[in-house]
């Protein structure tokens, strides 16, 4: 069957395919103002509930496929310590990390969730909603849209992002935890902050804010700048996500250490554009 946009996400309450509409530029204006202050963004039952029972049956027929990790991480999303840094640095600080993902590559070519990914609709309310012009879709052919599994005791530990805007979008809540928490704007292109995210690692919780997802809302947000986790799944349910993701630089992908790390291989790519970030920012 083709694919509709209309049968995907909320047109009549969301009409991302009239970008001119009086109604959706209300929803941008308030999307870029809280994206502005706080650094992402929600937007209620964005995508229809049938859809997203198609998105959730895609991702259940390919489970065996998903990649789960338990490597320890530091926030830079390295699993490598580098004793040349002062013991207290917040780069060797490693935690535990239980996290899977069912890898972009693996999609099946009539995905519900490619297909929203690669509409020029979504990319450019999203780029209006930010208030950048152009972004891109992510040249990683891994992580670019990538479903999320977290199982019971699954754990995803403070990180930044190596892209630099990320889509959630909640397919199955667990019975508890899995809360997102973030730190907003917590460093800048050319400051790393190390200080300030070191206070978080180290437990305190005054930058720290909490967001309820439901199944069904679209989560904008500044992952590369905004150090933010996933808290213990507790139950039986698995929490689904997936992470669309949009970037300034549409020649970079993740480093081969990275890559490796989270979703379990290396491509060509990776070692082809292995190149220092221009923004001067780890990962
Ligand atoms: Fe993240």
Redesign the pocket.
């Known amino acids: 069957m083709e694919k509709n946009l209309s049968k995907i996400v909320d047109l009549e309450k969301y009409p991302i395919h009239d970008l001119q509409s009086h109604k959706i530029k209300k929803i941008i204006e308030k999307c870029k103002a809280e994206l502005e202050n706080d650094s992402c963004s929600v937007i209620p039952n964005f995508i229809l509930p049938n859809s997203l029972a198609v998105m959730r049956k895609e991702l259940e027929q390919q489970l065996d496929e998903v990649y789960m990790s338990k490597e320890s991480i530091n926030a830079y999303l390295y699993a490598k310590d580098d004793p040349s840094l002062p013991k207290d640095h917040p780069k060797r600080i490693f935690m535990n990390r239980y996290n899977g993902y069912l890898n972009s590559d693996c999609f099946a070519k009539n995905s519900e969730m490619k297909f929203l990914y690669e509409t020029e609709e979504l990319l450019k309310f999203v780029s209006a909603c930010l208030g950048i012009s152009p972004i891109y879709r992510w040249a990683d052919p891994l992580a670019c849209h990538a479903y999320n599994v977290m199982e019971p005791d699954g754990i995803?530990p403070w990180?930044f992002?190596s892209c630099e805007f990320?889509l959630s979008l909640v397919i199955q809540k667990p019975e508890q935890g899995g809360i997102f928490e973030y730190c907003p704007n917590i460093r800048e292109p050319g400051n790393e902050r190390f200080d300030e995210v070191k206070k978080v690692l180290d437990g305190d919780r005054s930058k720290v804010k909490q967001l309820e997802l439901k199944p069904g809302d679209l989560q904008i947000f500044k992952?590369r700048f905004t150090m933010?986790r996933v808290t213990k799944i507790i139950g039986k349910t698995s929490r689904y996500m997936c992470?669309p993701a949009y970037v300034l630089d549409p020649w970079r992908v993740n480093t081969p250490e990275h890559s490796k790390a989270i979703y379990g291989k290396v491509l060509p790519i990776h070692i082809e554009r292995n190149k220092v970030r221009s923004d001067g920012l780890a990962d």
């Open positions: 995803l990180h992002d990320t992952g933010h992470i």
